[in-house]
Each structure stands twice: as structure tokens, then as C-alpha cells.
Nanobody, 124 residues
Framework: EVQLVESGGGLAQAGGSLTLSCATS????????IGWLRQAPGKEREGLSC????????YLSDSVKGRFTISSDNAKNTVYLQMNSLKPEDTAVYYC?????????????????WGQGTLVTVSS
């Protein structure tokens, strides 16, 4: 069974930083895309970033480019989202998600297994 467990959310001030972690199990971490999406109240889900260590694909949304960085630790089967220069509009529930079907590449819209989410609140 594929499991994704996020941690690291919480309250931050505008301009501050947070690092989200996603511990994974139940699939071959190295060969599949894994990434982050978020959903703010009243807004559509937004794909932020993903990484596929199997073929080297990466994706980072323009909305967070220059502020957020995705990385992974294959030995720990864990992916991270470093979030800097946070803005109040970054307030959302952040989800870790993985593609387990072997499609290849890196597209947040194709990540079909989700974690439970972690809330990030950025105060002004």
C-alpha cells in the first residue's frame, strides 16, 4: 500500500520560511514522480512542483519559482518542499502526491496518490 505522510506545516509570518516533508512507503521511490500541490479555501487545486529521480524530470510552477525548491532524499524515501519568502497568498493545505503507474516524466496533474495534507498559514 502506498502511503504518503506530510509534515512541517504550521504558521509562518510573511517573508518567512517553512520546510515541508513527505515520507513515503509502498512504492519504488526512485522510479516515480512525486511532488506537491496545494489548495486554498475557495480556490482550485494548484500543482506546485514535482520531481522524478528515475528520468530526471522536474517541474516548478511559475507562481512559486524563485521561492520554493523541491528536493528528495532517496535513502529516506522522502521528498521536501523548501518554501522561502512566504506570502499570505501561500496559505493553503499542501498535499504530497505520487504517480505510481510508471507513466514517466513529471506532471503534478498525473500524481494520483495523495497524502492527507498539511496546513500552511502565512500571516501578514
Amino acid at each position: 500500500e502506498v502511503q504518503l505522510v506530510e509534515s512541517g506545516g504550521g504558521l509562518a509570518q510573511a517573508g518567512g520560511s517553512l520546510t515541508l516533508s513527505c515520507a513515503t512507503s509502498g512504492f519504488t521511490f526512485d522510479d516515480h514522480a512525486i511532488g506537491w500541490l496545494r489548495q486554498a479555501p475557495g480556490k482550485e487545486r494548484e500543482g506546485l512542483s514535482c520531481i522524478n529521480n528515475g528520468d530526471g524530470s522536474t517541474y516548478l510552477s511559475d507562481s512559486v519559482k524563485g521561492r520554493f525548491t523541491i528536493s528528495s532524499d532517496n535513502a529516506k524515501n522522502t521528498v521536501y518542499l523548501q518554501m522561502n519568502s512566504l506570502k499570505p497568498e501561500d496559505t493553503a493545505v499542501y498535499y504530497c502526491a505520487a504517480e505510481t503507474l510508471g507513466i514517466g516524466g513529471c506532471d503534478p496533474g498525473l500524481l494520483e496518490v495523495w497524502g492527507q495534507g498539511t496546513l500552511v498559514t502565512v500571516s501578514s
